[in-house]
């Protein structure tokens, strides 16, 4: 099993994303009285299957950006969807799709919602 959460977490502290929302990167939930913008990533499903060519390790993960400026928001959710993208470029994850993008707006911030197929062999 590879800790997923840990590299989720190292791929979006990439420069770009700090830049806006400095360290309010959280893991499942963010405080209500967080400042925007902010990130909220969450591992949904995980799974270890073994079989006679060796083990895959697969996980649906799902990450909201969240702020009260829609254009901010949007971008924000670009750079998280290219930090992510790192993870299959460092060989770490074989295999990572962007499965569904949603929008929405709620208690007066936009929510971008990305959720992301990952596999490693």
Known sequence: ?????????AALKDEPILDVVGTK??????????????IV???NAREDDGSKDGRTFSATVVIDVVDEDHDRS?????????AMMS??????????SLTSCDEKY????YIQTLVYNLIKK
């Open 74 to 82: 949007t971008n924000l959710a670009a750079g998280v969807d290219s």
């Open 87 to 96: 993870l299959f470029s460092d060989q770490t994850i074989t295999q990572i």
């Open 41 to 43: 990533f969450a591992r």
């Open 1 to 9: 099993m590879i800790k997923i959460d840990a590299q989720i977490y």
């Open 106 to 109: 709620q208690d007066g911030a």
């Open 25 to 38: 990167i959280y893991p499942c939930v963010a405080e209500q009285s967080t400042d925007y913008p902010f």
